[in-house]
């Protein structure tokens, strides 16, 4: 995928929702000279969505055209998803989008009560390559916010409409955006009491799904690596439970090693050159460190308890991990190479699945307390804790890359129920359903795909 700035023209504004600053690009090129204005206000989890329009891209031919309206439905519906803007119904526009370098008549935007306005163009080239172009149009202001194009190929064409919802949602927010992004979960299938357990991906709005394993045998807790290349897992395909690492690229699976008893809960490092996992001996579970380039093997907790559940801070210094080692299910910090860990839950009730947010300032967890589960998030050293959202089984956070959203899986009562993905803004707001074929369970968030 490669973008590139419509002009090489810079300026900057203020960051709307973080307070960060962006470059304008393109704006000076159309003579525009305004201070840029758009802001996407939240307070307290309400959050006054930002009307935008966002009519179907241009094309020079009826092939381009269609992949412009498909690239703008994608881009209406990111944008939608996220709960900070609101997409105004393409049946109200008044002005029809003609010409992608002429500035839009603002009066007819502003009609029809749009803050900002998206315009794109498609084009199919040879060699099997698509390219889309845009602008952001601050409607008030009258100027150019941003103007990039973005290259790939026909068969990645989705990933237009996502990489241009990226832009426009770090224009407008001061945030990385997280739409060009993949999910990699189980597909659970059949029966409550039978279900087939599928290793599957898709992209974060739920298309382009695969599926990585027959069924034939039972996977769990698949994770990304941060280069978002690798997927490991947890598998029963020998009987004994068993770490796997696997390569999208290729389709190859490799083992991660020959141990006696049970490994489990497996996730990468940072930089993607180790693997934290929990090993069974006897009666407990520990948790150890592989390096995977020279498969050295170092153990990282001692004891009797079972301490599992590991998750590494982003500058890979510290881990946080679950343990019943003072009695019951809590939540520790402990370096990354091990020693004293020092616990950091202390509300009422068990805590589990915790997974350090990428921006580093929260903890996400599961909690659970008089037979519910609920979503939450708290500091490094305990402090702050909030609950998000709350039902009859939650489990399984996984961050977002830009640590804005969370992702987890919701189970139903009853002999059909089962589980499902859903969604929730860090600030408790905008639960949504993340649509699957089947039930689904386990999610992880890929990075930005690059």
């Not at 040879?126 to 103007?147: E, K, M, S, Y």
């Not at 020092?342 to 929260?362: A, L």
């Not at 996984?398 to 499902?420: E, Q, Y």
């Not at 408790?428 to 990075?447: C, H, I, K, M, Q």
Request: glycine content about 10%; hydrophobic content about 40%; proline content about 6%.
């Amino acid at each position: 995928m490669r973008d590139d700035d419509i002009s090489c023209n810079r300026r900057q504004f203020g960051g709307l929702l973080m307070g960060a600053g962006v470059c304008l690009l393109g704006a000076a090129a159309l003579g525009t000279s305004a201070h840029a204005a758009l802001e996407v206000q939240i307070t307290r989890g309400r959050v006054r969505a930002m009307p935008v329009a966002v009519p179907d891209f241009i094309g020079a031919d009826a092939d381009a055209q269609q992949l412009g309206r498909a690239v703008a439905d994608i881009i209406r519906a990111d944008l939608q998803r996220s709960g900070l803007f609101r997409i105004i119904d393409p049946a109200a526009y008044i002005e029809r989008i003609a010409a992608f370098d002429q500035p839009p008549n603002f009066g007819s935007w502003r009609v029809i009560k749009a803050q900002a306005l998206i315009v794109g163009q498609v084009a199919v080239l040879p060699g099997g390559q698509v390219q889309a172009a845009f602008r952001l149009w601050d409607i008030f202001a009258q100027q150019q916010i941003l103007g990039l194009r973005f290259t790939t190929s026909r068969h990645e064409w989705r990933r237009l409409g996502h990489k241009v919802a990226d832009a426009v949602y770090k224009a407008v927010t001061g945030d990385e955006g997280y739409f060009d992004t993949r999910i990699v979960f189980i597909d659970e299938s059949g029966p409550k009491k039978q279900r087939v357990k599928r290793l599957a991906i898709m992209d974060q709005d739920g298309a382009n799904l695969r599926y990585l394993s027959d069924g034939r045998s039972l996977v769990l807790t698949p994770r990304f690596s941060p280069a978002a290349q690798r997927i490991t897992y947890l598998s029963y395909a020998t009987g004994t439970p068993r770490i796997y690492i696997f390569d999208l690229a290729s389709g190859q699976r490799q083992l991660l090693g020959e141990f006696p008893n049970m490994s489990f809960a497996p996730r990468f490092s940072p930089d993607g050159g180790r693997l934290v996992f929990s090993l069974l001996e006897g009666g407990a579970t520990n948790l150890f460190v592989m390096d995977l380039a020279s498969r050295q093997i170092a153990r990282l907790t001692q004891g009797d308890a079972i301490s599992t559940a590991p998750s590494y801070s982003p500058d890979g210094r510290f881990i946080v991990f679950e343990s019943d080692r003072e009695g019951s299910q809590q939540l520790y910090v402990m370096p990354a190479g091990g020693g004293a860990a020092r616990r950091i839950s202390f509300g009422r009730g068990r805590y589990s699945t915790p997974v350090w947010s990428p921006r580093g300032d929260v903890i996400a967890f599961t909690k659970m307390r008089k037979g519910r589960f609920s979503i939450g998030v708290m500091r490094p050293d305990g402090s702050g804790e909030r609950i998000l959202t709350e039902g009859y089984h939650n489990e399984g956070p996984t961050w977002a890359p830009n640590g804005r959203v969370l992702m987890f899986f919701r189970s139903s009562r009853g002999p059909n129920g089962g589980a499902k993905l859903y969604t929730v803004d860090l600030t408790g707001y905008n639960e949504r359903l993340v649509p699957t074929p089947n039930f689904a369970s386990d999610p992880a968030w890929s990075p930005l795909l690059k």
